[in-house]
């Protein structure tokens, strides 16, 4: 019996390094993959702030590629008018100088001919007006910021290219 005992705690005991091992094992798998999942989140978030700056960079990249196209269009289109223009006769020349103008009088006028109906209509219809947050806040929506500044440009190109800016 005693021999039985011996034989079987032999066992045992030489069975132990392999399950301590076995454990052992088990925690520095799960202590490794712990390492990994914080390795990953960290590269990954890392990665997103990169990407997002790096979204940025290729956003303004873009924009500049835009700008400097639209740029090199216009210029294009500038030397294909002097081309044009430097063969045709002198009322076409004429013509196409009074274009511009033309079209901002135009857009003037409109802008002119709206406000002033939009104006008339709140003067004949008096219920519309209670207060003046009623008055602002109509003025807001005949003479808008937008058309303001259009108009503002227009005019400020209008009076500079006359030189009547110059003292």
Request: charged share 20%; hydrophobic share 45%.
């Amino acid at each position: 019996m005693l021999s039985l005992f011996s034989t079987l705690g032999g066992l045992l005991i030489s069975g132990l390094p392999k399950l301590l091992e076995f454990f052992q094992d088990r925690q520095d798998k799960k202590h490794e993959l712990q390492l990994a999942r914080l390795q990953t989140e960290r590269e990954l978030s890392l990665a997103a702030q990169g990407f997002a700056a790096q979204a940025r960079v290729e956003e303004i990249r873009s924009d500049q590629v835009a700008m400097q196209t639209e740029s090199q269009t216009t210029v294009a289109a500038y030397d294909h008018d002097k081309a044009v223009l430097a063969k045709a006769a002198s009322w076409v020349s004429s013509y196409v100088g009074t274009v511009r103008p033309t079209i901002t009088y135009i857009f003037v006028a409109e802008l002119l001919a709206i406000n002033g109906a939009l104006t008339v209509y709140m003067f004949m219809h008096p219920g519309l007006i209670q207060s003046v947050d009623d008055v602002i806040r109509y003025s807001e929506v005949i003479f808008s910021s937008d058309e303001m500044a259009m108009l503002g440009g227009i005019i400020g190109y209008w009076f500079g290219s006359r030189g009547w800016n110059k003292k």
